[in-house]
Nanobody, 115 residues
């Protein structure tokens, strides 16, 4: 399965973006899917995850501002981002994993938030 992230761009602080992660095959058997981000010169960090049954988990820094969701019918993972801050600037990566294998990673989409 290949993951294709999209939806990044340049936005002003306080603005919104929706990231999408389209899979080349079915996502219904992924036990978890998630978003991670990596700012320039820093390590990749967890942003949000969602399980197959819809349980979500968020990093403290994005709680109440970001919403993760998945559409199994469209084989797509989403990240709705609101009230964006300059510190949200990073390359955003989607990931997915089945119960019995290593995770798949998308290629990343850049989000830049100007102050």
């Amino acid at each position: 399965v290949q993951l294709q992230a999209s939806g990044g761009g340049l936005v002003q602080a306080g603005g919104s973006l929706r990231l999408s992660c389209a899979a080349s095959g079915s996502i219904s058997d992924f036990v978890f899917m998630g978003w991670y981000r990596q700012a320039l010169g820093k390590q990749r960090n967890f942003v949000a995850t969602i399980t197959r049954v819809g349980t979500t988990n968020y990093a403290d820094s994005v709680k109440s501002r970001f919403t993760i969701s998945r559409d199994n019918a469209k084989n797509t993972l989403y990240l709705q981002m609101a009230s964006l801050k300059p510190e949200d600037t990073a390359m955003y990566y989607c990931a997915a994993a089945r119960i019995d294998g290593p995770p798949f990673w998308g290629q990343g989409t850049q989000v830049t938030v100007s102050s």
